[in-house]
């Protein structure tokens, strides 16, 4: 069982800039695919960005070139630094942790994008 709380959230005006954390509990964190997902107000769940235990990356396109997701092993935690940021990008954002042993979600975290 993966335990994931995300944390970072909240108000910044277009142009700025947030980092987003995703702490996990439980073991085998680095046999994990880590990935951040949002999902605006009347709309569905999204893929934003995804790295596996190989570091190897995937981002939306649109978010390439303004958000960077990183992976700490020793701290079982995935980050998700977004600049640059737009109105468009005001969502919940969770966190997902998808292995052998399962898919976990975290609660979320608002951001909001408005000047």
């Known amino acids: 069982q993966v335990q994931l709380v995300e944390s970072g959230g909240g108000l910044v005006q277009p142009g700025g800039s947030l980092r987003l954390s995703c702490a996990a509990s439980?073991?085998?964190?680095?046999?994990?695919?880590l990935g951040w997902y949002r999902q605006a107000p009347g709309k569905q769940r999204e893929f934003v960005a995804i790295?596996?235990?190989?570091?190897?990356?995937t981002y939306a396109d649109s978010v390439k070139g303004r958000f960077t997701i990183a992976r700490d092993n020793a701290k079982n935690t995935v980050y998700l630094q977004m600049n640059s940021l737009k109105p468009e990008d005001t969502a919940v954002y969770f966190c997902?942790?998808?292995?052998?042993?399962?898919?976990?979600w975290g609660q979320g975290t608002q951001v909001t994008i408005s000047s």
């Open positions: 997902n942790a998808a292995g052998r042993r399962g898919t976990y």
């Open positions: 790295i596996n235990s190989g570091d190897r990356i």
């Open positions: 439980g073991s085998a964190f680095s046999s994990y695919t």
